[in-house]
């Protein structure tokens, strides 16, 4: 079963902030949020993850709700390049876990 | 440094016929993972291995397929006999060990099963 829910699809005009949600409502106390993309014809690729705090890196910033049951996925600016599939993964770090990704959110950037 | 390849890049099968797929994982990586993807559709694990030790199968669809990884670096999947339900990219994942929090993946293998 999935343990995360996305919108299939969005867009966002280039340049602007894209924010995409993630509802992940029955994560567990040692569960990390994940967000990996993937553009068209290539394979998966890491952004980010979280615990709880809110997180930042060159790529983009991830915001946690205090009670963890959401986040979001912020591209500060997006470009057209960001254009791909982004999908929110929750797994627990204590060892290996196999890796559910669900069907995503095809971001759009529009010129 | 050199990531993650696989090859083929692409793939033709008449159905019946036996393929393998190759995929070269990041040198010192000691988790692999298979991961199959159709189109519109988000990757679906298929199996992992920790250095040569195939840990989980489960997500292997039928017993045509079938996978290895004997030094525990090259993997190859199997898949005998093909269908076209087959058809799908099929990825290859590599990480440090089983607590790294970030997967490297190959660019994948095309089949279609004609």
């Known amino acids: 079963d999935a343990k995360t829910t996305q919108p299939p699809s969005m867009d966002c005009a280039e340049g602007r902030a894209a924010n995409l949600p993630c509802n992940h409502s029955t994560i567990s106390g040692n569960e990390y949020v994940y967000w990996y993309r993937q553009i068209h014809s290539q394979g998966p690729q890491y952004i980010i993850h979280?615990?709880?705090n809110n997180e930042t890196n060159e790529m983009a910033s991830l915001i946690i709700t205090e009670d963890r049951k959401s986040s979001t996925l912020i591209l500060p600016h997006a470009t057209l390049r960001d254009t791909a599939v982004y999908y929110c993964?929750?797994?627990?770090?204590?060892?290996?876990?196999?890796?559910?990704f669900g069907t995503g959110t095809k971001l759009q950037v529009i010129p | 440094g050199a990531g993650v390849s696989q090859s083929p890049r692409y793939k033709v099968a008449k159905r019946g016929q036996d393929v393998a797929l190759r995929c070269d994982p990041i040198s010192g990586h000691v988790s692999l993972f298979w991961y199959q993807q159709a189109l519109g559709q988000g990757p679906e694990f298929l199996t992992y291995?920790?250095?040569?030790?195939?840990?989980?199968k489960s997500g292997l669809p039928s017993d045509r397929f079938f996978a290895e990884r004997p030094e525990g670096s090259v993997s190859t999947l199997k898949i005998q006999r093909t269908q076209q339900e087959d058809s799908a990219v099929y990825l290859c994942?590599?990480?440090?060990?089983?607590?790294?929090?970030?997967?490297?993946f190959g660019p994948g293998t095309r089949l279609t099963v004609t």
């Open positions: 291995f920790q250095n040569e030790a195939q840990l989980d």
């Open positions: 979280g615990l709880k």
């Open positions: 993964i929750v797994r627990d770090t204590g060892g290996y876990q196999k890796v559910t």
């Open positions: 994942a590599s990480s440090l060990n089983e607590y790294s929090y970030e997967q490297y």
